[in-house]
């Protein structure tokens, strides 16, 4: 028997570690591109053959790396948010505290904090929670 908790951690997690992202982004961003431009110069000086499909390859394996860059980053960031997702459906919250923007004011807010027990009780704990809505 599996635990579902264990499955569902394991279906969010980005499909390369930090370092690998890194270091992928640092090879399509800087690396490849600079050893195409300098493969480029040297090859019209010692005239290597086959200059303009060789670059023309590495370019579009480039831009493609680029992509595939992209999909991954984006795919990082929607398994990010849904890891915040899930962390503050763990929280309890006692109450909310709502700060709403009066007039055109920037510096003027209103603050309204709701409890979701009675305000005696709040008053015994150590430690009171609250989700601050902001707008």
Do not use: C
């Amino acid at each position: 028997m599996t635990d579902g908790t264990a499955q569902h951690r394991a279906s969010i997690e980005p499909p390369l570690s930090n370092q690998g992202y890194d270091n992928l982004k640092k090879f399509v961003t800087v690396i490849f591109p600079a050893v195409i431009t300098f493969y480029l110069g040297v090859a019209g000086y010692w005239d290597i053959p086959y200059t303009e499909p060789i670059v023309g390859t590495a370019t579009g394996l480039s831009v493609l790396l680029g992509v595939v860059l992209k999909a991954l980053s984006s795919q990082y960031s929607a398994i990010e948010e849904a890891k915040k997702a899930e962390a503050e459906a763990k929280v309890e919250y006692d109450g909310d505290i709502h700060f709403v923007k009066l007039g055109n004011d920037d510096a003027t807010l209103f603050l309204n904090v709701g409890t979701q027990q009675e305000v005696e009780n709040i008053g015994t704990k150590d430690v009171v929670t609250f989700k601050v809505h902001v707008g």
